[in-house]
Structures are given as C-alpha cells and as structure tokens.
C-alpha cells in the first residue's frame, strides 16, 4: 500500500480496534451481570450458615447479609474481570451474535498482515461493526439459574426457620413472667425473678423484647450487688408461699417432663429452667395467667411467680418440671425473702450447692454450650448478698 | 480507496462477473443443477479436477462440454474405454525427420495437454490408464520417454463417471480420487427440468455458447482467489472438518467412528480452504466465513470417506457421513 493507503488503513485499524473494545467492554459488564445470581446466593447462604449458628454464635443477620452481598459483588467483578474475553473471543461472538460471517475475528487476524487484501478485510469489518452497538448485546441469563435460584430458595427458608426455631424457646413477648418460664430456656425465670426483686420494674415490656439474650444480659447487669432486693417482702413471701404450695401440688399430680428426668444432676432451679423447652405449647389461658402474674409482679409481687406462670394451667401434662424447679427457686425465694424458715446464711449454702453442681455439669459439658451462659446468668440473678 | 485497493476490488468484480456469464452461458445449454454448476466452476476456477458422477443421460459430458465451448481455451476429450492406453492420454514419442538430417525422435502430445480435459466414463478405463492421470493431475507435468513435459496452466481434468452400470468397470482407487478437488453428483432433473430440456432439445432452435474469456483471465482469477484471508481459527475448523473424517479422532462423530474405513487426507483441507475462498470472493467477501466451509464439505470429501463394509451391508451413503461430520464440528 502506498502513504494514502498506509494512513487510511492505519485510521481503519484504530475505528476497529475502538468499536471491538467497546463490545469487549460490555461482555464484560455483562459478565458481571451474569454472576449477580451467584453472588446473591453466595450472600443468601452466608446469612443461612449464620442464622443456623444463631444459638451459639450470636450474629446479627443484617449485617451478615449485607457484608456477604458486597463481598459475593466484589468476588463477582473480580471474576468477571479474570473471565473477560480476548478480543479473539470478542470477535468471534460479535460475529456469531450479529451474523457478520466471521469478518470481525478475520479482520483482527489480518490486522498486521499490511497488504491490500487484509486492508480491504479491516475496512469491511469497520463498516461491518458501524451497524451494530453493543448494547444489542443483552444478558443472557446463566444455565445454572434454576439451580441458583433453588439454592436461594433453600437458603433463604434455612435462614428464616434457622432463625425461628430458637426464638421459640426464648422469651416471648406478651406472656410476662409465665412467658419466661414457658419458653425460656435458662434466662426465663432468672430475669423475672430479678426485676420482681426491684420495685417498678415492668417485666411484661421486658419480655416483650425480641432479643431474649441480650435481654438477659441486661438484667443481669442491672442486678448490682447493691442493688434493693427485699422491698415488698411481705407480699413476696406470701405470694411466693402460695405459688410454691400450687406448684408442689401440681408437680406431684403431674408426670414429669421428659427433659427433667434426663438431667437429674442438676440443680432444681436448672431443671424448673429447662423446663419451657417441654412446655412450648402456651394455651391463651396461659397467656392471661402469665399477663395476670406480670401485672402482680410489676406491683411488686411477682417474686416467685415463674413457678406458676411456667405451668400451662390448661396442660398440666406439660411444663411439670418447670413447676418442680419453679417452685424449689419459689421456696428459696421464701428463704431469701422471708427468714422464717431458714436465715441467708442457709440460703447462701443451699445456694453454693446448687451453684457447685450447676459449675460441675458445665464443667462435664451436661449443659449445651449455648445455654452455659443463661445457667450461668441466672445464678448470678439469684445469688445471696454475701456471695460476690 | 487507494489504488491498490481499488485493483483487487476490481479483480474480485471482474471475478464475479465472469462466474456470473460462465454460468449464464451454461445455463443456455444446460438446464437445472444450480448447485452442480457453481461447484463446477468454483472447482475450475481454483485449478482443481473435477469428478462428475451420475446415471446416463443426466448431461455430464453435455455440462462440461459447454464450459468448454464457454472459455476460449483448448479443450480435448478422452473417451474411456478398456482398451485406451496411456500413450493415449500422455501422448507419444515418434521417430521423424529432422532438418539437420538424422532421424531423432519427437514428442507428440496427447490430449491431456489441453487446458481443460474431458475424461468420459473414467472407471471403464484400465487402471494402468487411469494412473497415466495421476501424474498429469497433480504435478501438471507429463514424463514421456524419459523427457518431462510441462502442461501449461490453466488445467482441469473433470471426468464422469456412471455408479449403477458397474460390469467392465474398473473403480477408481482411493489415491486417484483423492486428486480430484471436488466429487460433483448430478441428480434427476425435477418435472419443470425436463420440461425445460425437452423443449430446448426437440425443437428447431440449437442453442449457442460464446466464448466469454481466455486463460489469461483463468489465471488471474486463480491467483485472486489465493490471496483470500483465512483467520487461523477458520483455518483450523477446515481441519477439524478433516480430522473428523477419522475414525479414532476425537472430533470423529459416531457415525464415522461405525462406518468409515479411512479418511480425507490434507488434500482435503487444501480442497476445502481453496473453494471456501472462491466462495467468500463470491459473496463479495476478502475472509473466508465458516458459512463458505460448509458451503464446499460435502463436494470436497465425500469422495474421500472411504466407507468400510458395514457401510456397504447398512448402504449408508457417504453423503450421510459428511453431513454427520459437518453438523458435528461446526456444532461444537
């Protein structure tokens, strides 16, 4: 070719190299596009492993979802970029996608020949791509989206049952003290016990909450040594005197919970705790007994009441342990509140003992590692004054 | 546009000009086989040979015949029988005076000298006569009497030959098929075909053929063909096209693997990447497209599938082969 063909072809080449770099560009874009459905199930099963994890590991999802969504993103850019095509590549989808008879991936072989043959090659393929844009290049959706989206489907279900299934044997909201100990595990009777301790503490907004964990710590945290505990000591005696007789009784009458009988080593108080996991089944009877008890508690006399809220009055098959632990923490509380049966020193033995075997089926791994730290919070809300 | 440039699209033009008046003479005398026709001169284009095949009375000979009386090129034809000898192919050597006063002998060229050669009914020659193509055809060159002759370009031999009258035949062998470029099969004309030629051929007109161009143009034409682009990756599906004629290979599709004895050699390639670019000149194209692969497959190696003896027992055809290994390879 002679200068006048030389800077034509030149300028030809340049027209091309531009217009494939364009389509190389969107391929690209659409690239990442494509991984988005990896990468918004990639996110989905983060947040599942986590909601799955909930009860030993406490995580917020939210922020899971959100810190999984943007790294999956920048996992996704990262691979779209590693995938991106070769201008050969390029070339050879353009011209399969816009049916231009392989002249775009021949021109961009020719490209360097410099003879007529491939100057004339390089300028049918520019005119070629001047009727094609890139943006004709549409997504096309990835052969594994069904699966995808299954996995997403699954995920996500994973992620809310992960997530319902221990919120029903944490507090809920709405049963006051019976709530606690109908449901709660460890935590129920303990932050119960504590506020009704505390003249106008509102245990019915306390439950209420939806994070039964946090919900415990902070109550226990609110239980300073300092503390007043025996402001209403009458009405907590007498009141807990009866609940602790209507619980005695009905333990007796009753069969057991199967969750009671397998840990006999435990302390009564432990027990009467895990006996919510028996006796989910909370009637509406039971929640006007529980609201009726967080109302008396909120008046200062809801010491002791989880022993009786914690049994299903219209189920009495149901929550017998938690009746039995209910009314032996009832019948320390008698100790603690009243001294007529016994002086504080007794219950802070009575208390050490119970603390000892609570300490040594932690220690043999008898209690689950989740709820370690309700058993341990709940003999921090019912240890004596003496004991630091 | 530069110079240069407007040169060669001035060749592809004249290119296509002369395909385009090489057919419509032809088509003066010959009717139908739209298909047979292109191919024909795609193949002669492209300096290749051709091998024709058909029952009687299809027009074979008339075809090539007029192709002939198209171009002004010497022609010769060559009726095969068992009884041709070489010599009458090759030509022979003679003792004759000479002007200096001995006798010496000289060379008299037969007709395979010409620029396009008619061999009619090829396998009824005996093989020695057919082998007595082989050398022409390939090397273009003739070795009589210890002297080399050289056969001038432009060169075609097309030869014809009958499938279904087989007694005093003498197959054509796997090495001398494989020198022809393309295998052209001409079929029965549809009814309005034969109305066509009967009515041209029973009635008081004769048609006439003009010469249109001469060997200079043919030469030109071949040499543009070759400087077609081919991009490597089109280049490299030409051979997998071949390849896949193997059995064994694994681009080879089920069917070749069951059915086929021996494949296409690199003869094949060069076959399919010449007449794939004579057909991008014809799109107006300067690259060869897979489009334009596909177009020459089926000419290119049906005849160099060579089929085994299930395939004989099943009759499957080496059409059906081909067409298997081109949806094959171009489907992956």
Redesign the interface.
């Known amino acids: 070719?002679?200068s006048?063909?030389n800077a034509?072809h030149q300028q030809d080449v340049d027209v091309f190299l531009a217009g494939l770099g364009r389509f190389r560009r969107r391929l690209a874009r659409l690239e990442f596009v494509r991984l988005l459905p990896a990468a918004a199930v990639a996110a989905l099963l983060v947040t599942a492993v986590a909601a799955l994890a909930g009860p030993r590991v406490r995580i917020h999802l939210l922020p899971v979802l959100l810190v999984g969504g943007f790294v999956s993103m920048a996992a996704a850019a990262i691979v779209a970029a590693v995938r991106n095509r070769s201008l050969?590549d390029t070339a050879?989808l353009v011209d399969r996608r816009f049916h231009l008879?392989?002249?775009v991936?021949?021109?961009?072989?020719?490209i360097d020949?410099g003879d007529?043959?491939?100057?004339?090659?390089v300028?049918?393929a520019v005119r070629r791509l001047a009727d094609c844009t890139p943006q004709a290049l549409a997504v096309q959706p990835p052969r594994t989206l069904t699966w995808l989206a299954a996995i997403g489907v699954i995920g996500t279900l994973a992620a809310t049952l992960g997530r319902a299934v221990p919120a029903r044997t944490l507090p809920q909201g709405g049963d006051g003290v019976g709530g606690m100990a109908t449901t709660g595990p460890a935590d129920g009777p303990a932050p119960a016990q504590r506020r009704t301790d505390q003249p106008g503490t509102n245990i019915q907004g306390a439950a209420a909450r939806p994070q039964p964990s946090s919900e415990a710590r902070a109550v226990t945290d609110a239980a300073s040594p300092g503390a007043p505990r025996h402001d209403s000591q009458h009405d907590v005696q007498h009141d807990a005197q009866d609940q602790a007789h209507r619980a005695e009784t009905r333990s007796t009458d009753n069969s057991p919970s199967g969750d009671m009988r397998q840990r006999p080593g435990l302390p009564a108080a432990t027990r009467g705790n895990d006996a919510p996991t028996a006796s989910t089944h909370t009637t509406p009877r039971d929640g006007g007994n529980g609201k009726t008890r967080a109302a008396n508690a909120t008046s200062g006399n809801g010491h002791g009441a989880s022993a009786g809220g914690s049994t299903p009055t219209g189920n009495p098959g149901l929550g017998a342990g938690g009746v039995n632990g209910g009314a032996r923490a009832a019948a320390a509380q008698t100790l603690r509140a009243g001294g007529t049966a016994a002086s504080d020193a007794d219950y802070a033995v009575r208390f050490r003992a119970a603390w000892d075997r609570a300490e040594s089926a932690v220690a043999r791994e008898r209690v689950p590692a989740g709820r370690r730290a309700y058993v341990h919070d709940y003999f921090v809300a019912i240890r004596p004054h003496e004991v630091p | 546009m530069?110079?240069?440039?407007s040169?060669?699209?001035a060749q592809a033009v004249v290119f296509r000009d002369c395909f385009a008046q090489l057919t419509s003479e032809i088509a003066r005398v010959f009717v139908g086989q739209p298909s047979v026709v292109e191919h024909l001169l795609v193949c002669f284009f492209c300096q290749g040979h051709g091998l024709i095949e058909g029952p009687p009375g299809l027009g074979k000979t008339l075809l090539v015949r007029t192709l002939s009386d198209a171009l002004s090129l010497r022609f010769a034809r060559v009726q095969c029988t068992p009884d041709l000898m070489p010599a009458d192919i090759t030509g022979t050597s003679f003792l004759a005076d000479s002007a200096e006063g001995p006798r010496e002998f000289a060379f008299r060229p037969g007709p395979i000298f010409a620029n396009l050669v008619l061999a009619d009914e090829i396998n009824r020659a005996t093989p020695r006569t057919q082998s007595a193509f082989l050398e022409a055809m390939q090397e273009h060159h003739v070795t009589v009497a210890g002297r080399t002759h050289a056969i001038d370009a432009p060169f075609s031999v097309f030869a014809t030959q009958n499938p279904i009258e087989m007694e005093g035949t003498y197959p054509l062998p796997e090495a001398q098929l494989d020198r022809f470029f393309f295998k052209l099969t001409v079929r029965m004309p549809d009814v309005d075909d034969l109305v066509e030629i009967m009515t041209r051929t029973t009635g008081d007109r004769e048609a006439a053929v003009t010469p249109r161009f001469g060997a200079e143009t043919v030469r030109t034409m071949a040499a543009l063909i070759k400087?077609?682009?081919?991009?490597?990756?089109?280049l490299r599906q030409a051979i997998r096209l071949v390849r896949a004629t193997h059995p064994g290979t694994p681009e080879a599709p089920d069917s070749v693997n069951k059915y086929v004895r021996y494949g296409a050699s690199p003869r094949a390639a060069q076959a399919l990447v010449l007449g794939a670019k004579a057909f991008a000149l014809l799109?107006g194209?300067?690259?060869?497209?897979?489009?334009d692969l596909r177009r020459v497959a089926l000419p290119a190696l049906n005849h160099r599938v060579i089929l085994n003896f299930q395939a004989d027992m099943e009759q499957v055809q080496a059409e059906a082969i081909v067409g298997d290994i081109v949806g094959a390879t171009f489907r992956s």
Request: charged residues 25%.
């Open positions: 070719m002679n006048g063909g034509r050969s050879a008879d392989d002249s991936l021949s021109a961009l072989v020719v020949d007529e043959m491939s100057g004339l090659v300028a049918d | 530069t110079p240069a440039d040169a060669i699209e400087h077609v682009k081919i991009a490597d990756p089109i799109a194209r300067y690259h060869v497209s897979t489009d």
